[in-house]
């Protein structure tokens, strides 16, 4: 009987490796089914590797066939035409962290659904249960290693029951802990990192077919899943995002992102203009551009746009990768993008300050549909920090950036990323960051305690030495400034008029709509019909989808209050003055 299960390693651009796993996961079993000795060689694995794929097989042809066992005989090996089917079994998605799992959530579930599986919402109905898992800090990760506990526990009790259960894990946790999974957790089934997304039905065809945990875990160069249009779930359709890059460069020293998401690449222009007017057409009204470092797209494979200039980097900032050069830049993207459909809002996230050329805020100042709302992750206000964590900038130089992007856009809503306690942070240090949020105003912010991570340059050379208390003492206090300043922000656009695009009914309360801001401040309202347009006499309910005019009457630190004046369009009103529309 064998006893170690083997570790099946494909890629998508390789043919698959089937007779590497041989000497190391399946001797001992063919040497004790053969009676050979422990120094030679099996016939049979011999036999193996003639019959195997040879030198050219591993550079050009895409893997038509998957090993599932250590036997390798042919019937061991799934056809692409007949195993990898998804035979109508049901998936059962849970996406953990940030804005990029749920669009990779949309590309993984687009796989699958063409290849014959379905979806469902009900954990108990699921005969395939995938993690969309996060890696960004440690809490993150344990949340996902707890939630295991109980998918294995489910798992071993259904397996009782006659209705068998495969567990895969995809995205970053797959690739930072692949073989800590796969031996911790010997009930997960399958591992696809955040490049591997293509290969999930042959994986998954492998761990049923053969009961054998499927893993792939290589990054590329070039996997960008221009190809796969995402099947859309968030905001009941209305709202979507649109991947335009993924990976990162950057390399700041607390960061895992690039060793789980690789290097940073750009999706053509192309496939991005055809997915945001195929969204248009099914009347999506605002799409978020993603990327782990946004604003440094560069699309270098449409030829007629290459030139030869180099990335223009902000003012005062640097990056230690050489900038790319030539190619389509963000700025041209964001420009072709807003001009597919004026009634439709155009977000993106997340960028990196260095990367905001004027050419790119006087676009967001003069387009109606792009919306005036800019996150600037800043993670300190100490340059002592900001220098350890290998950011590119100083504090003036952010100071600066934010300037002149309140001088080019003066109605500019702005957010921030802020982490509490790196390696070497003061108390000096930390007032520092106190009071660059005080200076600059932003209306939200994502706050965090460091959390150190295995790879990064801060793991192998700084010491992690701001105890976990002071670290959660210094994030309250980040927390509490952010609170008064986004509540002083907010209040002064009471009384003014806000074109809102409504989400839907307000969680709190069914009486209540929700909807957002060109800001992205939530704004909740009374239901109730109101007129067509504005100074029409005749009225119509609100719906999710449409924009309204609203009133703003009060604010808090994460929400307004308002009430709905009338139905609208992004068309219709006109960019809005500091206070609002008039
Ligand atoms: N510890 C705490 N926060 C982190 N972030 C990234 N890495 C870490 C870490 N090791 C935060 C940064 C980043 C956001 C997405 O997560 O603020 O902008
Ligand atoms: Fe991480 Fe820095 Fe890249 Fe953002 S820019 S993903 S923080 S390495």
Not at 127 to 149: P, Y
Not at 201 to 227: F, H, I, K, M, W
């Amino acid at each position: 009987m064998r006893t170690v299960k083997p570790l099946l390693c494909v890629s998508k651009h390789l043919a698959p490796l089937r007779w590497l796993s041989k000497p190391r996961n399946c001797s001992n079993a063919a040497r004790a089914s053969s009676g050979e000795k422990k120094t030679g060689v099996s016939d049979s694995f011999r036999r193996q590797v003639a019959s195997g794929p040879r030198f050219q097989d591993f550079i050009k042809s895409p893997p038509v066939t998957l090993a599932v066992n250590c036997e390798h005989t042919d019937e061991h090996y799934l056809s692409e035409d007949l195993g990898l089917l998804g035979d109508a079994r049901k998936v059962y998605f849970e996406t953990y962290g940030c804005q990029m799992n749920v669009n990779d959530t949309e590309i993984a579930w687009s796989i699958l659904q063409k290849k014959g599986y379905q979806r469902t919402a009900d954990l108990k109905q699921a005969d395939v249960v995938l993690l969309v898992t996060c890696s960004i800090r440690e809490k993150a990760e344990q949340t996902i290693w707890n939630r295991l506990q109980q998918l294995t526990a489910m798992k071993k009790k259904r397996l009782k029951t006659n209705s068998p259960v495969k567990i895969g894990i995809l995205g970053c946790m797959a690739e930072r802990l692949k073989t800590e999974l796969l031996e911790r957790e010997k009930l997960v089934d399958v591992l696809a990192g955040p490049d591997a997304y293509r290969d999930l039905p042959r994986l998954l065809a492998a761990a049923t077919a053969g009961g054998q945990q499927a893993s792939n875990v290589l990054l590329s160069l070039e996997e960008t899943y221009a190809d796969i249009m995402p099947v859309q779930h968030a905001s009941q359709g209305r709202s979507a995002f649109v991947s335009i890059m993924r990976g990162c460069d950057n390399m700041c020293s607390y960061c895992i992102v690039p060793f789980t998401r690789g290097r940073e690449r750009s999706r053509p222009v192309s496939s991005i203009l055809e997915e945001v007017r195929m969204l248009s057409e099914q009347g999506v009204k605002e799409v978020t551009l993603l990327g782990q470092n946004v604003n440094s797209y560069r699309d270098t494979s449409e030829v007629q746009f290459c030139g030869s200039e180099r990335t223009k980097l902000s003012r005062g900032f640097s990056t230690i990768y050489r900038a790319k050069q030539g190619g389509l830049r963000f700025s041209d993207l964001l420009d072709l993008v807003s001009r597919i459909d004026p009634d439709m809002r155009i977000r993106f996230t997340s960028p990196h300050p260095k990367d905001f050329p004027d050419e790119v805020l006087q676009l967001i100042a003069e387009r109606q549909n792009v919306c005036k709302q800019i996150h600037l992750p800043a993670q300190s206000g100490s340059n002592q920090v900001l220098k350890a964590m290998r950011r590119g900038y100083t504090r003036e130089a952010y100071l600066d950036l934010v300037d002149n992007i309140k001088q080019i856009i003066p109605d500019v809503s702005l957010s921030s990323d802020f982490i509490s306690g790196f390696c070497g942070e003061t108390d000096d240090d930390h007032q520092q960051t106190l009071s660059l949020i005080r200076e600059v105003g932003f209306n939200v912010g994502f706050l965090f305690a460091y959390s150190m991570r295995k790879k990064t340059h801060a793991f192998h050379r700084l010491q992690d030495d701001v105890a976990p208390q002071v670290k959660q003492r210094r994030l309250e206090e980040c927390i509490s400034v952010f609170r008064e300043e986004a509540e002083r922000v907010n209040a002064a656009v009471v009384g003014s008029t806000q074109l809102v695009l409504v989400e839907g009914e307000s969680k709190r309360s069914a009486e209540d709509l929700c909807g957002r801001t060109d800001g992205n401040m939530k704004v909740i309202f009374p239901k109730e019909d109101v007129a067509v347009q504005a100074s029409a006499s005749n009225t119509a309910p609100i719906r999710g989808g449409g924009y309204v005019l609203v009133k703003i009457l009060s604010a808090g630190s994460q929400s307004l209050r308002g009430r709905a004046l009338s139905h609208s369009s992004l068309i219709s009103t006109p960019t809005p003055s500091c206070d609002g529309y008039k």
